[in-house]
């Protein structure tokens, strides 16, 4: 048994069932990509070159890996203390805020989202940061956060998404549509 208390078979046959539905559900685009991907055999060729060309050095890295980062991982979850700084110095790390910019950026903020403005008290904080720069930029909640990165990802500008989302909202695509006539009685 594992330390979950689990029969590690069953949790492969759970990893195994999820992966078929997930070819199953995703057929058509997986094999799409398949194809784009072995569509000359120069391409082919390129990707088996590059694979043994660096494949010692992969398999070193493979074997070392999993042991160090095992061994790192239990030795930070048994120990509170450890895993809370492991977990501060990632945030800082990735954010560029840390946990002393975090505090005064709650009370700059009055404890509450920069956007949204809902206090803090049952939100989860988000540090928001840019992620082309790096530039720390504030504390977000979850929500917002979510919000601002999918706004990037749509390649559209906050102003322009805000006005096209106030034009949708005053006036729906449904409320333009023509009416119907009424069938002859």
Not at 5 to 14: L, R
Not at 132 to 151: A, S
Request: a positive charge.
């Amino acid at each position: 048994m594992a330390k979950t208390g689990i029969d590690p078979e069953i949790i492969k046959a759970n990893a195994r069932a999820r992966s078929k539905r997930y070819y199953e559900k995703h057929r058509e685009r997986l094999l799409e990509e398949h194809r784009v991907r072995n569509a000359t055999p120069e391409k082919v060729k390129y990707r088996k070159d590059r694979y043994q060309a660096n494949r010692e050095a992969r398999q070193e890295y493979d074997r070392q890996r999993p042991l160090d980062h095992k061994k790192l991982y239990s030795k930070l979850r048994n120990d509170p203390e450890k895993w809370a700084a492991n977990l501060e110095y990632r945030r800082h790390r990735n954010s560029g805020i840390s946990a002393e910019d975090e505090a005064r950026l709650l009370v700059l903020q009055n404890n509450a989202c920069a956007v949204c403005e809902r206090p803090f008290t049952d939100l989860k904080i988000r540090r928001d940061h840019c992620h082309d720069t790096k530039t720390p930029r504030g504390l977000l909640c979850h929500v917002c956060n979510t919000i601002e990165g999918q706004i990037k990802r749509m390649n559209i500008s906050p102003r322009e998404f805000a006005a096209n989302l106030t034009a949708y909202l005053e006036e729906p695509p449904f409320s333009r549509l023509p009416t119907e006539p009424e069938p002859p009685r």
